[in-house]
């Protein structure tokens, strides 16, 4: 069997059902059989970089794998923000990228470079493979890496003569090899609780670790029964509800909010589970760690005392270290019964609660949000790129379901919105997928548009536009409606985003007052394709960088 189709069957025996790339003529001999495929249904991207977001989004909305696919050379090399981008979130997909002949790599060779050295430091792990014999065991291994453990991407570079070799292969003998799991020491989840026991102020910090264990359900029923306030870090928004009598929101610089940053502040013991405690979220390490205990639990034995020491470090998978954790404290006894402390957690949540009714035109960024977690069910899949957009939604979005909130957390990257709902609406059937942008962001990446249009993706991209406005006060006027578009073409730094999206085959509206939204989400949810929405907003600062860890001021 030529080594091309030996790929695709095992990718078929893997359980790829979906693959999102551009073809070429470096990897052109896997293509012939992708097409003919009756288990991989292939997406044709716009650009090699949204090939790879879309996959990335693809697991973190279903936890399951997709494949990221294109030519060598430049094609190769558009991978790279891509696959960094889903290994500091530790996000697992499968990349497949074509190359030269293998005589002549390393010798300067048109559209040949070395991409598995290009992206190993940011990747889980890399292949070129140079031995055609060797495709299908370095697959097995490539799908294996990419589950364990802490989860990642792999990259498989293919040379053209490996593609087109012919080698001995059964696709009925081919089996994926198992991923182990490591459980906590029994020890240590005593000691755990012993801790949490002695606690006065206790809290959890939910990672998005839990998530990607598929871990939420276990880690609220400890919550429940521990009686534990939950913080959530970035990436694990949505994994308690947001009106949860024990959800705390988020702390940290950027996306915290006061009630978040207070509940930490006055813990005394913090059982965090599946989390980096990276920079975003803790800020001052001095003032975050303070005088509290940390009992910090990661599948990735490298993480626990990489940032600061903690009091208890415990590797294993979340789920098993809940359920752990879980049995042991209902075996000292029955569920605990709530502290003052968190009994006034709700009403707490109400007080320090963030204005964002505001009324006023332009638009404050606030009442979009306000918008945004009024329409919306708890079924709609949102994405988030980088931004003072992606600061304002990590403060203000109210997330209920796990896996339907799908930032770039670690890596902040512009243009990773608009692929990456296209890959979450896929991998979810087609639910419907909202990408909250700003003006700036929406030009990269936008050609993915496109995409949406041809095969029909139910996408929304809300642009909340803060750039266009600037503009016209730069005239000390605001101009709306016809006299804004007027106003605008006479000035030679506007975009017209709705004729941009239009040009890509999307219906789009513009709005310029807050009572304008809500109809604009509606009309948009009631298409059958992508919508663009381009939202006026003024300019703001006040939530710019979020609240400082060391402070629980609320912003006016």
């Not at 990718?11 to 070429?24: K, N, Q, S, V, Y």
């Not at 240590?188 to 102020?201: C, F, H, T, V």
């Not at 929101?249 to 989390?275: F, K, T």
């Not at 700003?438 to 803060?466: H, R, S, W």
């Amino acid at each position: 069997m030529q080594a091309a189709e030996v790929l695709v069957r095992i990718l078929e025996r893997e359980g790829i059902t979906d693959a999102f790339g551009i073809p070429g003529a470096g990897i052109n001999p896997v293509y012939k059989y992708l097409k003919d495929s009756q288990k991989i249904k292939h997406y044709t991207m716009r650009h090699e970089e949204a090939a790879v977001h879309a996959a990335d989004a693809y697991f973190r909305a279903s936890g399951r794998l997709a494949m990221a696919i294109c030519t060598s050379g430049p094609g190769a090399t558009n991978f790279v923000t891509g696959l960094y981008t889903a290994w500091i979130d530790s996000i697992p997909l499968i990349a497949i990228t074509g190359q030269n002949i293998t005589s002549l790599l390393g010798k300067d060779a048109f559209q040949c470079v070395d991409i598995a050295s290009i992206a190993r430091p940011i990747s889980k792990a890399t292949w070129c493979v140079t031995n055609p014999k060797d495709l299908p065991e370095i697959l097995q291994k490539a799908f294996h890496t990419a589950r364990s453990g802490r989860p990642g991407p792999v990259l498989i570079d293919l040379p053209l003569d490996v593609q087109q070799a012919d080698i001995p292969f059964d696709p009925e003998a081919y089996r994926s090899l198992p991923v182990e799991k490591p459980a906590p020491d029994p020890e240590k989840i005593r000691k755990a609780l012993d801790l949490l026991d002695a606690a006065q102020s206790p809290c959890m910090i939910m990672g998005g670790g839990v998530i990607l264990a598929d871990a939420t359900r276990e880690c609220v029923e400890l919550a429940e029964y521990l009686q534990l306030p939950v913080i959530m870090t970035y990436m694990a928004k949505g994994g308690i509800p947001a009106k949860h009598p024990l959800c705390a929101g988020h702390a940290g610089i950027q996306v915290g909010i006061p009630l978040g940053n207070r509940i930490l502040l006055d813990s005394d013991v913090v059982l965090a589970i599946g989390c980096r405690f990276t920079d975003r979220h803790t800020g001052k390490i001095d003032v975050y760690k303070g005088n509290r205990k940390f009992i910090h639990i990661d599948i990735e034995p490298t993480q626990i005392g990489r940032i600061f020491p903690p009091e208890l470090g415990i590797v294993s998978d979340a789920k098993l270290a809940l359920q752990a954790l879980l049995a042991e404290a209902k075996k000292r006894g029955p569920k605990r019964q709530p502290s003052e402390r968190v009994k006034n957690l709700p009403v707490l949540r109400e007080q320090l609660k963030r204005k964002t009714d505001y009324d006023q035109i332009p638009i404050k960024p606030q009442r979009v949000y306000k918008e945004i977690n009024e329409f919306y069910d708890d079924e709609t899949l949102f994405t988030t790129g980088c931004g003072l957009n992606q600061i304002w939604s990590g403060q203000f979005q109210e997330i209920n379901k796990p896996r339907h909130y799908l930032p770039t957390g670690g890596a902040g990257t512009l243009g990773f919105d608009i692929p990456a709902a296209i890959g979450a609406s896929i991998a979810t059937g087609k639910k419907r997928a909202v990408a909250v942008m700003g003006d700036f962001g929406f030009t990269f990446l936008v050609e993915e548009l496109a995409v949406a249009a041809k095969y029909q993706v139910p996408i929304t991209v809300l642009v909340l536009n803060n750039a266009n406005l600037s503009l016209i006060r730069q005239n000390q006027k605001y101009a709306y409606g016809f006299e804004y578009a007027i106003e605008m073409k006479e000035n030679k730094e506007f975009i017209d985003y709705i004729k941009v999206s239009e040009g890509f085959g999307c219906k789009a509206k513009r709005v310029v007052k807050p009572e304008e939204i809500k109809p604009a989400l509606a009309w948009a949810n009631q298409q059958q394709g992508p919508t663009v929405i381009e939202v006026l907003v003024e300019e703001c600062t006040d939530c710019s960088m979020g609240i400082s860890i060391d402070s629980i001021k609320e912003f006016q």
